[in-house]
């Protein structure tokens, strides 16, 4: 018996969407049949998704959220499901990175990776979780879906983004801490570990001199797409994952492996 993946009738927020992964995985919600609400500082970027995500025949929603202000996660959570419902799938997105050695990495910073990375990611899924408790209560069958971006950084050490390592390692630890305490309560919640993956942001970087002896060094001597990181998240986000819990799922190409 075939799988279809249908999410009609699901409410999916997504972090970062106003670019690169947060953006695909945004459009590849809305394919599959859930109201997206798209949540980042750029407003004007989430508009202009929401439009195309429209054209194709999607449903979206727009919501300003700063990951770095406690603040903006809680008003743009309580605005998204005033403006789509309760909130089934969260997508956890939001990243930042610098490039730098360790030695030459001040106070600021430091704070900029970790604000976003792990302690504006914790408490998206806090409030996300808040809400999705209250309404297991009410029907515990409901079943909830928080799904973190963390890296292969995460999981090894990689030259000259230490800090990024570091916060990624952290989000996967928080992966892990989630599922165990939420888990009773119908929330799953796993972690992608993308390798590298090229995006508008870092595109020209993989076609420099310097990149492209990045990626001759990588297993298969190729980065990924966006689009690479699709099955692996519908996959999560379905209610047929029940029994994927506190999972810290690769997607690299086997670059975690050597």
Same mark, same amino acid.
């Given at each position: 018996?075939g799988?279809?993946?249908?999410?009609?009738?699901?409410?999916?927020?997504?972090?970062?969407a106003?670019?690169?992964l947060?953006?695909?995985?945004?459009?590849?919600?809305?394919?599959?049949?859930?109201?997206?609400?798209?949540?980042? +500082?750029?407003?004007?970027?989430?508009?202009?998704?929401?439009?195309?995500?429209? $054209?194709n025949?999607?449903?979206?929603?727009?919501?300003?959220?700063?990951?770095?202000?406690?603040?903006?996660?809680?008003?743009?959570?309580?605005?998204?499901?005033?403006? $789509?419902?309760?909130?089934?799938?969260?997508?956890?997105?939001?990243?930042?990175?610098?490039?730098?050695?360790?030695?030459?990495?001040?106070?600021?910073?430091?704070?900029y990776?970790?604000d976003?990375n792990?302690?504006?990611?914790?408490?998206?899924?806090?409030?996300?979780?808040?809400r999705?408790i209250?309404?297991?209560?009410?029907?515990?069958?409901?079943?909830?879906?928080?799904?973190?971006?963390?890296?292969?950084?995460?999981?090894?050490?990689?030259?000259q983004?230490?800090?990024?390592?570091?916060?990624?390692?952290?989000?996967?630890?928080?992966?892990?801490?989630?599922?165990?305490?939420?888990?009773?309560?119908?929330?799953?919640?796993?972690?992608?570990?993308?390798?590298?993956?090229?995006?508008?942001?870092?595109?020209?970087?993989?076609?420099?001199?310097?990149?492209k002896?990045?990626?001759?060094?990588?297993? +298969?001597?190729?980065v990924?797409?966006?689009?690479?990181?699709?099955?692996?998240?519908?996959?999560?986000?379905?209610?047929?994952?029940?029994?994927?819990?506190?999972a810290?799922?690769?997607?690299?190409?086997?670059m975690?492996?050597f």
């Open positions: 018996m799988i279809e993946v249908n999410f009609s009738g699901k409410v999916a927020f997504v972090t970062g106003s670019s690169g947060g953006s695909q995985f945004a459009k590849t919600l809305a394919e599959a049949g859930a109201q997206v609400v798209l949540a980042a +500082r750029r407003v004007e970027r989430l508009k202009e998704l929401r439009a195309e995500i429209e $054209a025949g999607g449903a979206a929603h727009v919501v300003e959220l700063d990951e770095t202000d406690y603040g903006s996660i809680k008003s743009a959570l309580a605005h998204a499901e005033t403006e $789509a419902g309760p909130i089934d799938i969260l997508v956890n997105n939001s990243g930042v990175s610098a490039t730098q050695r360790l030695i030459d990495v001040t106070p600021d910073d430091y704070e990776v970790m976003t792990l302690r504006g990611a914790f408490f998206v899924a806090q409030e996300a979780a808040k999705m209250v309404r297991n209560k009410a029907d515990p069958n409901r079943q909830h879906r928080i799904i973190n971006i963390a890296s292969v950084a995460g999981l090894r050490v990689l030259s983004i230490g800090v990024y390592c570091m916060s990624k390692a952290g989000a996967v630890q928080m992966t892990k801490a989630m599922a165990l305490e939420w888990g009773r309560y119908g929330i799953n919640v796993n972690a992608i570990c993308p390798g590298y993956i090229e995006t508008e942001i870092n595109s020209d970087y993989f076609h420099s001199e310097g990149g002896k990045l990626v001759d060094m990588l297993p +298969r001597k190729r990924g797409k966006p689009q690479d990181l699709d099955g692996l998240l519908l996959l999560l986000a379905a209610d047929e994952s029940r029994f994927i819990n506190g810290i799922m690769t997607a690299d190409d086997g975690a492996a």
